[in-house]
Structures are given as C-alpha cells and as structure tokens.
T-cell receptor, first 112, second 114 residues
Framework: DQQVKQNSPSLSVQEGRISILNCDYT??????FLWYKKYPAEGPTFLIS?????DKNEDGRFTVFLNKSAKHLSLHIVPSQPGDSAVYFC???????????FGAGTTVTVRA | DAGVTQSPTHLIKTRGQQVTLRCSPK?????VSWYQQALGQGPQFIFQ???????QRGNFPDRFSGHQFPNYSSELNVNALLLGDSALYLC?????????????FGQGTRLTVV
C-alpha cells in the first residue's frame, strides 16, 4: 500500500519563480517527514526535514510546510534555479524508526 | 569523508542466478538500510541492519537476505533472481546510537536481470 503519495509526477517552472511540490500521507503514525533530491545516476540527497511538532521549517531557499490534520506537506523552493532540476522524493517515518516510506517522486524542470 | 559507497555500480545477471551487493556506510554511522527502487517509483524499504542483526524488514520475500559486518559494512543477497528484481538498489546509512539522524544514501547499484 502506498502510504506516501506525490500526485504530480512532473513540474515545470521558470527560473526565479517559486516551485511548490506536494505530498500526502495516510499513516497517522508518521512523525518525521523528509524531502530528498535525486539527480540521474546518483543516490537521493537529503534536503530538508520537519518533525510533526512543527508546521514549518526553513533552510535557505527551501521551506517545508506540514498540515497534520490534512496529512499533507509541501516543499517550496524560492527562487528556483536551474540546478534545482531533479527528482524530488517525499518520505516519512514513525518516531524512533528508520524505515522510510517514499512517494513516487516529482520531476522538477527549471526553465531558463 | 567518503560518504556511503556501493559496489558494483552496474550488474547484469541471468534469471535464477544469485547476486551480492555491497555497501560501506558513511564514517561514524552504525546502521545500514537497503531499498529497492523500480523504474518510475520511489525507493521501497527492504530491511535494516544494526549491531549485525536485522532489525526491521519490509515486504520482500526470503530470497532477499543480508548481513552486516563488525565494521558496519553490509551486503544484500538476492537468490533465484526474477526479471522483476531488475531495479536500482540503494543503501542508506545513519547513526542510531545516541539518537536518530537523517539517512544518507549511496549512488546505488543498477541490477538488470535478463
């Protein structure tokens, strides 16, 4: 069963504009949420995370928002840069548990 | 810091054969997890090793087995290969002792079963 869903397989955005990636989850035991970025022929790279006790976490151009009641999180990238073109995975895990459940990924293309 | 390293990077096997994939965790990490990523999908958790024991296992058959060595490195073994085992196999390491950290991934091993 797919406990983490990324319903948009792709996103195209102009350089300098905002990229918004969405993720929904079904497991109420999930306590920690992460975003990973993946370039071709490389493994996923950790980007940003958020604990369930927060609703927002910011790191430079990247901000993650969590809405626990809606079981929804989003990643905002502002401003988008060409180097941001990659596949972005949303992942989640319960507290004190390393087993990550991943979404299918969203391919972001930043146009010059 | 070498990060997480996996070998080999690519592998072609025939149906019914057995394969062993290897992983060296990031320096200072003590936990290794293995994931299978099929084309167009997100990584799926196979199992996790800590203190040389399997701590958790995902929904994978017994054909998938593993091992962790005293130096924290790990192997993933797959027996009786099926065409459907063709995928990118990712190793991730993290530090369990003293608290959880984010998982760091290797570049993966691309396995093709023909």
């Amino acid at each position: 069963d797919q406990q983490v869903k990324q319903n948009s397989p792709s996103l195209s955005v102009q350089e300098g504009r905002i990229s918004i990636l969405n993720c929904d989850y079904t497991n109420s035991m999930f306590d920690y949420f992460l975003w990973y970025k993946k370039y071709p022929a490389e493994g996923p790279t950790f980007l940003i995370s958020i604990s369930s006790i927060k609703d927002k976490n910011e790191d430079g151009r990247f901000t993650v928002f969590l809405n626990k009641s809606a079981k929804h999180l989003s990643l905002h990238i502002v401003p988008s840069q060409p180097g941001d073109s990659a596949v972005y995975f949303c992942a989640a895990r319960p507290a004190n548990d390393y087993k990550l459940s991943f979404g299918a990924g969203t391919t972001v293309t930043v146009r010059a | 810091d070498a990060g997480v390293t996996q070998s080999p990077t690519h592998l072609i096997k025939t149906r019914g054969q057995q394969v062993t994939l290897r992983c060296s965790p990031k320096s200072g990490h003590d936990t290794v997890s293995w994931y299978q990523q099929a084309l167009g999908q997100g990584p799926q958790f196979i199992f996790q090793y800590y203190e040389e024991e399997e701590r958790q296992r995902g929904n994978f058959p017994d054909r998938f087995s593993g091992h962790q060595f005293p130096n924290y490195s790990s192997e993933l073994n797959v027996n009786a290969l099926l065409l459907g085992d063709s995928a990118l196999y990712l190793c991730a390491s993290s530090l369990l002792t003293g608290g959880l950290t984010e998982a760091f991934f290797g570049q993966g091993t691309r396995l093709t079963v023909v």
